[in-house]
């Protein structure tokens, strides 16, 4: 076996060790005649599919392609064509003095807005998550929000006896709604659901432009459009057809700090206010994402730097393969 073995190795190496190709091998292995298995070159094999297809039959594919995305967009356009059906008008992009990157909200306005909300609004809109703690150093000082407070009285209890009792306000307690329960609210609108305002910015498609859009774009229905008692035309409103009256105009208030108050004002300041509403960690966070920056300004050089000292040697190195004599 052994004499079998080294005359096979002799055979497939030849003298000297010398390696044949790997064909020659395999067919003196399998016992076939080299001159039976023609010596081939190593070359690169293509595992497109493509490259079996003719001219025709690629032609024929890109057009059933084209052909397949030309079907799928027209029907796209059309069901959207169906969908839109009623004319929903999209509210434009306002320019709104807090979108800047490191613009903050005009807590003047907010002031303005939470007096919008408490003499207009408030008769129809609760807003549930909203305290009046969240006005101090905000809009209003701790004395100024504490006499708010003090206005609204609160049902609290039950006392020594068992019974509720009503105090006044505290700056812990939140706004008080202006219904007890979602079917009085229903039975005071006509059916409709007034929405409540803490999250209304954030909840609504567009934020603070479709709410000033909303409150701003009540007109006359076009000709051909009839509503039914109790409803209203608004363009911006899903369907036009909306349930509350139009609740501001031109002076409907006075301000505090003799801002005029027209339409566009009012609008302005209660917007803003629910944006402080919804997100009431709007300046803090710019405030923070500046502090960042700078941070990030002063360990940039010195995290590149190091980057540098710890992989400019790895990468500059350079390996060499010796293979044993």
């Known amino acids: 076996m052994a004499a079998a073995a080294a005359s096979l190795r002799g055979a497939v190496l030849g003298p000297r060790g010398a390696g044949l190709p790997g064909a020659r091998a395999r067919s003196l292995l399998c016992g076939a005649r080299p001159c039976q298995l023609p010596l081939r ?9 493509k490259a079996g297809l003719s001219r025709g039959r690629k032609v024929m594919l890109s057009a059933l392609g084209m052909l397949a995305a030309g079907g799928a967009g027209l029907a796209v356009a059309l069901h959207s064509a169906v969908s839109a059906s009623d004319l929903e008008l999209h ?7 807090h979108r800047g990157f490191l613009s903050s909200l005009d807590h003047t306005s907010i002031r303005r ?3 919008v909300y408490k003499q207009v609004c408030s008769s129809c809109h609760s807003m549930d998550y909203v305290a009046y703690r969240h006005l101090v150093g905000v809009c ?7 006499a708010l407070a003090e206005e609204v009285e609160v049902q609290d209890g039950p006392n020594e006896d068992g019974e509720m009792f009503m105090r006044p306000g505290k700056l812990s307690d939140y706004f008080p709604k202006p219904y007890p329960n979602p079917e ?16 209304i910015v954030r909840a609504r498609h567009g934020g603070e432009d479709y709410v000033f859009s909303l409150l701003t774009g009540y007109c006359e229905p076009p000709t051909g459009v009839s509503l039914r008692e109790g409803l209203y035309f608004n363009p911006y409103f899903p369907g036009q057809a909306i349930g509350m009256a139009p609740p501001i105009y031109t002076e409907v208030l006075e301000y505090d700090d003799g801002t005029p108050a027209t339409m566009s004002q009012v609008a302005k300041d209660v917007c803003t206010f629910l944006r402080w509403a919804s997100e009431p960690e709007h300046d803090h966070r710019k405030r923070m994402g500046l502090k960042m920056l700078m941070m990030m300004g002063l360990l940039l050089p010195l995290v590149y730097a190091m980057k540098r000292h710890k992989w400019s040697v790895l990468k500059s190195r350079k390996l060499a393969y010796r293979p044993p004599k």
């Open 140 to 146: 209003y000082t701790e004395d100024e929000a504490k």
């Open 91 to 97: 509210p434009p992009s306002y320019p709104w003095s």
């Open 41 to 49: 070159t190593p070359q690169a094999v293509s595992l497109s599919s």
């Open 113 to 115: 807005g939470f007096q």
């Open 184 to 199: 009085a609210a229903r039975a005071a609108n006509n059916g409709a659901l007034p929405p409540d305002l803490s999250y």
